[in-house]
Nanobody
Framework: VQLQASGGGLVQPGGSLRLSCAAS????????MSWYRQAPGKERELVAS???????NYADSVKGRFTISRDNTKNMVYLQMSSLKPEDTAVYYC?????????WGQGTQVTVSS
């Protein structure tokens, strides 16, 4: 199983970024896919998840600003981030669970700063 995250970068407060995660080695269409993030000195936290059927779930801190989506034809999951705040600065990780095993992508850095 491989999860390859991309799309991070430096953005000003109020700006937008779109993260992408390419999955391979799994039956993608059956998997719940998630995005987590970890800021310096803080624990990793769930940002958003999406079920196989496309039902999203969001952390309260990102509701109304972030949108998770998936394309089962391309084995891709996305995180559209808008109205970004400095507190959104973190390394963002793509995640899935398969057969009681956690799979993490390599992480992509998002920095929100003026």
């Amino acid at each position: 199983v491989q999860l390859q995250a991309s799309g991070g970068g430096l953005v000003q407060p109020g700006g937008s970024l779109r993260l992408s995660c390419a999955a391979s080695g799994i039956n993608f269409s059956l998997r719940v896919m998630s995005w987590y993030r970890q800021a310096p000195g803080k624990e990793r936290e769930l940002v958003a998840s999406i079920t196989a059927a496309g039902r999203p779930n969001y952390a309260d801190s990102v509701k109304g600003r972030f949108t998770i989506s998936r394309d089962n034809t391309k084995n891709m999951v996305y995180l559209q981030m808008s109205s970004l705040k400095p507190e959104d600065t973190a390394v963002y990780y793509c995640y899935t669970l398969r057969r009681d095993t956690d799979y993490w992508g390599q992480g992509t850095q998002v920095t929100v700063s003026s």
